[in-house]
């Protein structure tokens, strides 16, 4: 297999293969030992990316966050494989405070303790997870700025902001000489559109950010696994899933499984081969729990959808 093109993540520095390995599954879906046997066979396949946040999986009864960081970093102490891959983790989320949290106080403890987790010296992009009303963005810059200006961050990216905060931010960062923002993570994908088209992904062209998208499958909806809201009942997925099987959606899933079968592909590779080429997306991010479901998802990297194929998804899914 011909090496990966890598792909640049805004004006962070950071190269990357096109797709990110989501960690919320470690710790919490994936044990200790299948966590591993997933980050070796994503990393042998080429690729070099890996998100996760301080926050997962906080939501597991008994957890308390930092479980996922905790076991990439021992599996990179295992492996001596810092040097193979990027790291990219979260802080803001509730861990506790009982709100989101970017306070330069915060954001000062929760480095260190997800650099300890992640025993490593440096994360090379630790990104706002959700907006803090309670804090100015200027003073959550300024926290985030001294962390790069001490080497503990190599570049900084946003979550689950929308064109008007990331806008502030950015124009904050111009005039006062801060580190900015060189990447962004919104909620997208073949079936949630509005989520990032529009202002969001204008800004991300216009400015050149990085784009890294999360729930690129929709949580398990675009895998073409469930045809019906019948199928999904008494699953773990129903509450997720259950209504989106309208008119739109199951539009969406029969053009989905045209494409796949002309391309003999997946509707999953298919999905994340329309994400790919959607303007400003760098790559989407994608979660497994077992080594055979993550090869046949990493084969999205190289599949190359026709013009038409494209706009026959983009269409279905308008």
Known sequence: MSPLQKRSLGDSGLKIAPLVFGGNVFGWTADRERSFQLLDAFVDAGF?????????????????GGESETIIGEWLAARGRRDAVKIFTKVGSDMGQGHNDLSPGWIERAVEDSLRRLRTDVIDLYQAHWPDPRTPQEETLRA??????AGKVRAIGLSNHDAVQTTEALDISAREGLAAYASLQPHYNLYSRDTFEGALQDLAVERGLGVITYFSLEAGFLTGKYKTAE???GTARE???????????VR?????????????????QVSLAWLLSRPGVTAPIVSATSVE???DTLKAAT????DDDLAELTEASA
């Open 48 to 64: 070099d990316a890996i998100d996760t946040a301080d926050s997962y999986s906080r939501w597991v009864p008994g957890h308390e």
């Open 293 to 295: 479901q993550l090869a």
């Open 303 to 306: 599949l190359v959808l026709s």
């Open 239 to 249: 509450g997720m899933l259950k209504d989106k099987f309208d008119e739109r959606g």
């Open 144 to 149: 985030f700025d001294r962390l790069v200006q």
């Open 252 to 268: 969406i899933l029969a053009v989905l499984d045209a494409v796949a079968q002309r391309n003999e592909a997946t509707p999953a």
């Open 231 to 233: 199928q999904v009942a």
